[in-house]
């Protein structure tokens, strides 16, 4: 069995979720990624922050889903943040000319030390 092309993790006590991509995202990849990406966005009340530190490879699923979680996002006032895109996923977002759409961060670490404070209480998944 492999595993699962995305991890959400606890979420943390400063109301931020982070989902972490691993592998490829492609179209078999989409319903286990849509259901990840409107469980953060259900959950956190501060930001999502997309890990890209370990994905190997996506498509314009990955492009499609990440739109999706962004209306999600703001329509719940959360920051989000697309961390350590790998230049494969850069260029994706220049051609199709949503770069400026997402914000992104070198790191996972960076972007988490940027979000502004603002401590609320998170929700458990289940």
Do not use: K, Y
Not at 46 to 62: G, H, K, M, P, Q
Not at 77 to 102: F, K, S
């Amino acid at each position: 069995m492999t595993e699962p092309p995305v991890v959400e993790l606890p979420g943390r006590e400063d109301g931020t979720v982070v989902c972490r991509l691993r592998g490829e995202i492609d179209i078999e990849a989409r319903s286990h990624l849509h259901a990840a990406f409107t469980d953060a966005a259900a959950c956190a009340t501060r930001a999502v922050v997309i890990d890209c530190s370990r994905l190997e490879f996506a498509d314009s699923t990955l492009l499609n889903a990440l739109l999706q979680l962004r209306r999600d996002a703001a329509a719940r006032r959360l920051a989000l943040i697309v961390a350590a895109p790998a230049p494969q996923l850069l260029r994706l977002l220049e051609l199709t000319g949503t770069v400026d759409l997402l914000h992104t961060s070198p790191s996972l670490a960076q972007a988490l030390a940027g979000l502004r404070p603002a401590p609320r209480a998170w929700c458990s998944s289940g």
